[in-house]
């Protein structure tokens, strides 16, 4: 009998947390901040655009822990008044919609902290 409703527990606790499985998270968790700033740094050196983009929203953050954690995190990026190569400025993004051009991104992004290794694994705009 006891084994029963050790299984039937056990089971129960199964579904509702699922080890290796995708999370929802605070997108203002340390972990997410830095993936989604290493993110938005690598989006910006690919992109073809002469302004910087930044993140306007956070739409959705998860973490999957797989031999570090894995980061999947949709944003609202938006284009601000700064140049690329002027590092120090603070950009702002554009409150004008014509001149904030938003997109959506999801950025996968895995950490291992412990290897000094953070690599974007999957960006996907539109």
Request: overall charge neutral; glycine content about 4%.
């Amino acid at each position: 009998m006891w084994k029963t409703a050790f299984l039937a527990a056990l089971f129960a606790v199964g579904f509702s947390f699922m080890t290796g499985g995708l999370m929802d998270i605070d997108s203002n968790d340390a972990g997410v901040l830095d993936a989604l700033n290493y993110a938005v740094q690598a989006h910006n050196r690919r992109s073809n655009d002469m302004y910087v983009r930044q993140v306007a929203e956070v739409v959705r953050a998860q973490a999957q822990v797989v031999e570090g954690v894995k980061y999947i995190i949709t944003v609202k990026m938006a284009r601000t008044s700064c140049r690329k190569g002027n590092d120090n400025e603070v950009c702002s993004v554009h409150t004008d919609p014509q001149l904030a051009q938003n997109y959506e991104c999801t950025f996968t992004v895995w950490s291992r902290p412990w290897l000094n290794d953070t690599r974007v694994m999957k960006e996907n705009c539109v």
